[in-house]
């Protein structure tokens, strides 16, 4: 029997109207949550991720500014306009969009930017305080993988969890915030022996290694419940995951498609800390 569907879109559309809701209450206690959104140069993905961004803000009703800045932009004229953006009382969340240009540094943008409006979660102090259990916020894409297993019912309780990548965005938090549920974790990449192996162990297999379907209907478990983060151009349109979907469709319990599955969680967990950082 297929696997039945985590549908991203679906899920995402609830947390969102959520967020509309508190964005409400807390404009009338006189405060607009707000978001600003920082692109370096013209890569074309990043200009479809900050137009959703952007779009989705607007529509749960967070005030958006998106700062676009040219390729050329030196790395002293960034970190000067996020340290504008750290005192302006009228944003609570600031997001520099990755990759930057080479020639900019990206630890020493990420360090600038003030801890209390790093909605993306990518500063060492949020990373600290997600490793040791305290306060944080959490990054949008592990934390979207999080909530859709909540709101789908699946408890990683007990189970064994297996993450293949090991990035500071997604793998690497995605397997302590599994740990911090009390799953056992195992991190996998691109060194790992015998990596098919270790995937059939997984009673919850995330896959976040930025190879197109690398990961196949072989390699899972029977009944296991499958995210796919990766998201892969092949040819001029067609998108694919990580994971080979139609074998793998056939073996698991519960997988995400690609498109319409981690994507749209993202934006939503995004929103979801703009306004906790209004909130505080």
């Known amino acids: 029997m297929p696997a039945q569907i985590l549908d991203g879109k679906q899920i995402a559309a609830a947390v969102r109207e959520e967020v509309k809701?508190?964005?409400?209450?807390?404009?009338?206690?006189?405060?607009?949550?707000?978001?600003?959104?920082?692109?370096?140069?013209?890569?074309?993905?990043s200009q479809v991720y900050v137009r959703n961004k952007h779009r989705?803000?607007?529509?749960?009703?967070?005030?958006?500014?998106?700062?676009?800045?040219?390729?050329?932009?030196t790395q002293a004229e960034l970190l000067d306009l996020i340290k504008q953006l750290n005192n302006d009382s009228q944003i609570h969340g600031i997001l520099v969009q990755l990759p930057l240009p080479p020639?900019?540094?990206?630890?020493?943008?990420?360090?600038?930017?003030?801890?209390?409006?790093?909605?993306?979660?990518?500063?060492?102090?949020?990373?600290?305080?997600?490793?040791?259990?305290?306060?944080?916020?959490?990054?949008?894409?592990?934390?979207?993988?999080?909530?859709?297993?909540?709101k789908t019912g699946i408890d990683p309780r007990g189970k064994k969890a297996v993450v293949v990548g090991r990035s500071n965005?997604?793998?690497?938090?995605?397997?302590?915030?599994?740990?911090?549920?009390?799953?056992t974790v195992t991190i996998c990449h691109s060194r790992t022996a015998n990596l098919a192996e270790e995937c059939r162990q997984a009673d919850i297999l995330v896959a976040a290694v930025?190879?197109?379907e690398m990961i196949t209907g072989d390699m899972i478990k029977e009944g296991a419940v499958v995210i796919d983060v990766g998201i892969n151009r092949v040819g001029e349109k067609?998108?694919?995951?990580?994971?080979?979907?139609?074998?793998?469709?056939?073996?698991?319990?519960?997988?995400?498609?690609?498109?319409g599955g981690v994507g749209p969680m993202t934006i939503a967990m995004l929103l979801k800390n703009t306004v906790e950082a209004a909130r505080r």
């Open 103 to 150: 020639h900019i540094d990206e630890k020493t943008v990420i360090d600038t930017i003030a801890l209390e409006k790093d909605v993306d979660g990518f500063s060492p102090a949020n990373v600290g305080n997600l490793v040791i259990g305290d306060k944080c916020f959490y990054p949008c894409t592990p934390h979207g993988c999080m909530v859709l297993l909540d």
């Open 210 to 212: 930025g190879k197109p």
């Open 56 to 73: 989705a803000c607007e529509e749960v009703g967070i005030y958006s500014v998106v700062h676009r800045l040219p390729g050329e932009t």
């Open 21 to 45: 809701q508190e964005v409400a209450r807390l404009k009338e206690q006189g405060i607009t949550p707000g978001l600003a959104v920082v692109l370096v140069g013209d890569d074309p993905a």
């Open 169 to 183: 965005i997604v793998g690497k938090p995605m397997a302590m915030m599994l740990l911090a549920r009390h799953a």
């Open 238 to 259: 067609k998108l694919v995951g990580d994971v080979h979907f139609e074998s793998a469709v056939q073996k698991a319990g519960w997988i995400t498609p690609v498109p």
